[in-house]
């Protein structure tokens, strides 16, 4: 199931060049271009604040967004590039990449856990940790899914959950190559500690049992 691509709501820039570009920072605006799709590039403008609100988000250039332009149609872009003022760190340009369709992209996907109450370790008190609550995967523009999720039907606590015991979607891949821990299901606190005690109640009883030496041969 795709998941909902969110907007990203920008302006033509008409002029094009340094000065062009400095003045719409004055005018508390990024410049930028959206090119690639087959088409010609074309200048834009971001409001500064938008475009700062989304970098402290997080993902900002794996994330898919809907462009949306004024005289234009939709498009799903990507960012590739963020420049930045070497000195104060702030966006001063970016570049978007036009996707088509079946162009195969990274993205972050967010992990959902299924069927809790089919899970024997979360019914004896176990501690579902998570390790990873979003997986990066290679997806088609196309057809992104909204999350990928894991069956906790049947696991008991010791259990771990990796990426090659999850069922992807359709045409997606993870990054990384080869098999990495999503979660795992550990034994609740209260059990370790009466383990624990057990353990060092054991170590005393065999201390007591150990005769003592009195010298006698």
């Known amino acids: 199931?795709?998941?909902?691509?969110?907007d990203f709501e920008v302006t033509a820039?008409?002029?094009t060049g340094k000065g062009a570009a400095r003045q719409a920072r004055r005018d508390g605006l990024?410049?930028?271009v959206v090119?690639?799709?087959g088409e010609d590039p074309i200048a834009i403008n971001v409001p500064f604040n938008v475009l700062f609100k989304k970098l402290k988000a997080g993902r900002f250039l794996s994330t898919l967004f809907n462009l949306k332009m004024e005289g234009q149609e939709d498009v799903r872009v990507i960012c590739r590039n963020v420049q930045r003022d070497v000195v104060k760190d702030l966006p001063t340009h970016l570049d978007f990449m036009r996707l088509k369709r079946t162009t195969k992209i990274n993205l972050f996907i967010g992990v959902e856990f299924a069927n809790e109450d089919a899970c024997p370790a979360l019914k004896k008190g176990g501690i579902l940790t998570v390790v990873r609550p979003e997986v990066e995967l290679v997806v088609t523009a196309g057809d992104i899914p909204e999350t990928i999720t894991v069956d906790?039907?049947?696991l008991e606590i010791g259990d771990t959950i990796t990426i090659e015991s999850v069922d992807l979607p359709s045409g997606a891949k993870p990054t990384i190559d080869r098999d990495f821990v999503i979660a795992n299901l550990q034994a609740p606190a209260s059990l370790t500690s009466s383990?624990?005690?057990?353990?060092?109640a054991g170590e005393e009883v065999a201390a007591d049992e150990v005769p003592a030496d009195n010298g006698e041969e």
């Open 1 to 6: 199931m795709a998941g909902q691509v969110p």
């Open 13 to 15: 820039r008409e002029n």
């Open 30 to 32: 990024v410049p930028g």
């Open 35 to 37: 090119y690639g799709g």
């Open 152 to 154: 906790l039907t049947g």
């Open 195 to 200: 383990d624990d005690d057990e353990d060092e």
